[in-house]
């Protein structure tokens, strides 16, 4: 059985082919835009590609069983055509329920017609790293709505269920939504990675529109967007959700864990 990981420079995608290869699958065939930065193990087979160059996908695809497929709206329906066309039986993929932005991937992943099982998590712990310039620099955390609370989800934890979804059985036309284990605040993040340092840091809060400014430095016109979002999870926290437990058998990775593994990120 052959596994296509795609997207194996990015940061799910990488920690896939580590999941598959403790696992011992058989043959693990990876793409990515970037060979060298991805730093694949030997025992992987590399096609140098990449999602949105839809080109360089007929090789990658050739002999696939079954695959893991990153998220990237913009050209998913091609590829999914390009999928099916060669063969692939299984897709597991990375994407978002309906009213989100990542819905059109579920849609053209079940217009395919290949078996599929879809993935949908939250928020990211490693957002938080958008924090470290402030930490390192300045001591304190400058961000709004510290009582905005959510349920994020350790990317190691998408990429276990990812290749177990990949190699077991009895998970096909299903819709997982993934979250970590508990629901938490941004301030008690940040008092988590304040224990991980040793030390305490303050939390200096912005108003909303001070937020979007802030914001849309990095993110542009998505900066409103977000910030509109941590407002609404005050009123409406996004609850944590028990499946990662139920299909793994064991606790998800809560915010304290992350932040005690990455601690040195913030130094």
Known sequence: MRILVTGGTGNIGRLVVDELLRADADEVRVLTADPVRAA????????????????????????????????????????????????????????????????????????????????????????????????RDTGRVRDAYPDSAGAAIALEDIAVVAAAM?????????????TGPETISRAEMLRCIGRALGRHIPYEELSHEQAVELYAATMGEFGSWYVGGMADLVAEPHRSTTTFQDLMGRPGTTFAEWAAANADSFR
């Open 166 to 178: 990949l190699l077991e059985d009895g998970h096909l036309g299903r819709a997982y939504e993934l």
């Open 40 to 135: 694949l193990p030997p025992e992987v087979e590399v096609v140098e590609g990449y999602l949105g160059r839809v080109e360089t996908l007929p090789r990658a695809l050739e002999g696939v069983d079954r695959m893991y497929l990153a998220p990237l709206p913009k050209t998913v329906v091609e590829v999914m055509r390009l999928a099916a066309s060669s063969g692939v039986e299984r897709v597991v993929d990375v994407a978002g329920g309906k009213d989100t932005w990542w819905y059109c991937i579920e849609e053209a992943v079940e217009q395919s017609g290949i078996a599929w099982t879809h993935l949908e998590p939250g928020e990211f712990m490693t957002n938080r790293l958008s924090w470290v310039d402030q930490i």
